[in-house]
């Protein structure tokens, strides 16, 4: 099977973010032009994230969680348990679409994903993410180095969202922020995840995979 085709998925729990990110960078710095892509599941330990273009002044009042200014785009959001967030480290040379190609179909995956739980969904052109009702519900940030993705998406299940209230997410003072759990009554966090996951593989094109429960974990 080509490259292009294969997707390994990795299901990593609950993990910090610091050496999560590094691990990202190391694999983009390190990847070779046959390395299969991979898709990381997760979920974060509460942190802030600011892109590398962030302003100080969308963090208002972190408290007892920390800020860790990264190399993605985009300005500053929350991650904590509860949230699922899904990193893409994909080739996008050897799959031959661009930045504004991934971004349309990571949300079009959510909106699809919302679709199947009754409720509609929308992404937005003027502030990248997708929207339930005008508050936001995944947000998006990407960095490309030698035409290969990593960071990704994040997606608000049952977490708590108070966080958001320290910050002005993703650069927007007042915007509204929302987790699927409000939308639908009962929901299992790996049955949403499992759902996302053959909607992102299926929707960028990937049509053999492996699973695996860590980094380290490989076929070799």
């Not at 910090?16 to 990847?31: G, I, K, N, S, V």
């Not at 993705?149 to 007042?174: K, T």
């Not at 929707?203 to 076929?219: A, I, P, V, W």
Request: glycine share 8%; charged share 25%; hydrophobic share 40%.
């Amino acid at each position: 099977m080509e490259h292009a085709e294969q997707i390994i998925i990795r299901d990593l729990g609950v993990v910090e973010y610091l050496p999560t990110w590094e691990a990202m960078q190391t694999f983009t710095a390190d990847r070779q032009p046959e390395t299969v892509d991979e898709i990381w599941l997760l979920e974060h330990e509460p942190v802030f994230t600011q892109g590398h273009a962030g302003k100080e002044e969308h963090v208002l009042a972190a408290g007892d969680i920390p800020v860790i200014p990264v190399d993605r785009g985009g300005q500053v959001t929350y991650h904590g348990p509860g949230q699922l967030v899904v990193y893409l480290l994909l080739n996008l040379r050897r799959k031959k679409f661009g930045v504004r190609e991934l971004v349309a179909r990571m949300e079009q995956s959510i909106v699809e994903l919302l679709q199947q739980y009754g409720v509609e969904a929308y992404a937005r052109d003027d502030a990248p993410g997708v929207y339930v009702d005008g508050a936001k519900i995944c947000s998006l940030g990407l960095r490309v180095r030698r035409g290969c993705s990593f960071h990704g998406l994040a997606f608000n299940l049952d977490m708590d969202l108070e966080p958001f209230s320290r910050i002005n997410p993703c650069g927007y003072s007042g915007m509204a922020v929302t987790r699927l759990i409000n939308l639908v009554d009962n929901i299992d966090r790996d049955t949403v995840k499992e759902t996302l996951k053959e909607i992102l593989v299926k929707r960028l094109g990937y049509t053999g995979q492996r699973r695996y429960n860590s980094l380290e974990e490989t076929d070799v």
